[in-house]
C-alpha cells in the first residue's frame, strides 16, 4: 500500500467538489444544501401532518387513538412497551394488563389518531420475543357486548334453576 501523500488529497478534494465519478467518465453532481431557517423548522410537523391528513382524509369508522394489544409476552415492561409502540408517535398512556386474565394484553392510548392507525398498520404481526402481536382498535362496544353475554347466560342459568329445567348433569339425588 502506498501511503496518502497531500496532492492525493487535494486531488480527491477537487474531485468530490466537482462531483463524482462514476464508472470513468459519468460524473454525479453533488449539491450542498444549507440548514433550513427557524421558521421552515417550524413548518415541517405541520406539513407532514397535513399531507398525512390529505391521503386518509376519511378514516373507517373503527379507527381511533385506543389500541387493544393481545398476545404479549407476559414478562414484558412498559417501557419495552413505550419503545416498540412509540416509534409510531407521542403516546398519551399505557396500561398493562396484570390480572390472570388479563395477562398478555394492553392498552395503548396515542395522542394522534394517525399515529395509532399508522401503529396498527405496521405493528400488526410484529415479532416480540417469539410472540406474534396482535394489535385492534379498542372498540367499547364490542367489549360491552361480551359483558352483556356473560350477564344473559347468568341470568338464564338463573331462570333455569328457578323453573327446575335444563340442568346440565342430573344430581345423585333424581336418580
Do not use: C, W
Not at 1 to 19: I, L, Q, S
Amino acid at each position: 500500500m502506498g501511503r496518502f501523500e497531500p496532492d492525493h488529497a487535494a486531488r480527491a478534494h477537487r474531485t468530490f467538489v466537482r462531483g463524482l465519478r462514476l464508472e470513468g467518465s459519468k460524473r454525479l453532481p453533488i449539491r450542498f444544501v444549507g440548514t433550513p431557517s427557524p421558521e421552515t423548522l417550524d413548518e415541517i410537523p405541520a406539513m407532514a401532518a397535513a399531507s398525512l391528513r390529505k391521503g386518509n382524509a376519511r378514516l373507517p369508522p373503527e379507527v381511533n387513538r385506543a389500541l387493544f394489544v393481545r398476545n404479549l409476552p407476559f414478562n414484558i415492561s412498559s417501557e419495552e412497551m413505550y419503545d416498540i409502540f412509540g416509534k409510531y408517535g407521542a403516546i398519551r398512556q399505557i396500561r398493562l394488563g396484570n390480572g390472570k386474565d388479563t395477562r398478555g394484553t394492553a392498552y395503548v392510548v396515542y395522542e394522534d389518531i394517525y399515529d395509532a392507525k399508522n401503529a396498527v398498520d405496521h405493528l400488526s404481526g410484529f415479532n416480540v420475543a417469539n410472540r406474534y402481536l396482535i394489535v385492534l382498535y379498542y372498540q367499547p362496544t364490542k367489549m360491552g357486548k361480551k359483558t352483556n353475554i356473560k350477564q344473559k347466560e347468568d341470568e338464564i342459568t338463573r331462570l333455569q334453576e328457578k323453573y327446575g329445567i335444563g340442568s346440565k348433569t342430573p344430581s345423585s339425588s333424581d336418580m
